[in-house]
């Protein structure tokens, strides 16, 4: 890892020369690449537009948090954050949970933002028990479920 690093640091100097307008163009071809031909299929709504065309009806103050898996892919990829301290996903072996669980800790960290978690109907099966959590520390996040009826890629 280190060789690697230093690899990268002396073949760019430490300096990043990438533009805004490059940034912007990588984006809008990433976009394009991931974009979906279809809406909808006979089961139902594809995750991609679902997820791209929700960032409309939020205000750019919620915080939002992914859950693990399928609809991860899609997220930290379609997604939007407006603003920074808006958009929380977890990283590495990404533990099924994280969604509502982060969810429940911004809601107690900031008690006068919208908060909502967009989870999948698994994931939300495993940590339904976190209904009560919520209840007894009296915060009110939002839960998106993604239903599939499955565990799509396990
Ligand atoms: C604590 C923990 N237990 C089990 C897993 C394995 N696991 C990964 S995703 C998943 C469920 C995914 O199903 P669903 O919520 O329906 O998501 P989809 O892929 O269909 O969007 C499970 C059990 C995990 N990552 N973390």
Redesign the pocket.
């Known amino acids: 890892m280190r060789v690697l690093t230093d690899r990268l640091l002396e073949a760019c100097g430490g300096r990043v020369s990438w533009t805004g307008t490059e940034v912007a163009g990588l984006r809008r071809d990433l976009a394009e690449a991931i974009r979906r031909v279809v809406s909808a299929t006979a089961s139902g709504v594809s ?1 991609c537009h679902f997820i791209k065309h929700w960032r409309r009806p939020l205000s750019v103050v919620t915080i939002v948090t992914g ?5 991860k892919f899609v997220m930290s990829q379609v997604w939007t954050a407006p603003q920074p301290d808006t958009f929380l996903m977890s990283n590495g ?5 994280y969604g509502p669980a982060s969810a429940i800790a911004a809601a107690m960290v900031r008690p006068n933002r919208p908060v909502v978690s967009v ?6 099966a ?1 940590m339904v028990q976190e209904l009560e959590t919520i209840r007894r520390v009296r915060v009110a996040p939002l839960f998106a479920v ?1 239903c ?1 009826r ?5």
């Not at 072996?93 to 949970?97: E, H, P, Q, R, T």
């Open positions: 995750r859950d693990v898996k399928a609809h072996l990404s533990s099924v949970g989870t999948g109907d698994g994931e939300f495993m993604l599939d499955s565990l799509s890629i396990i």
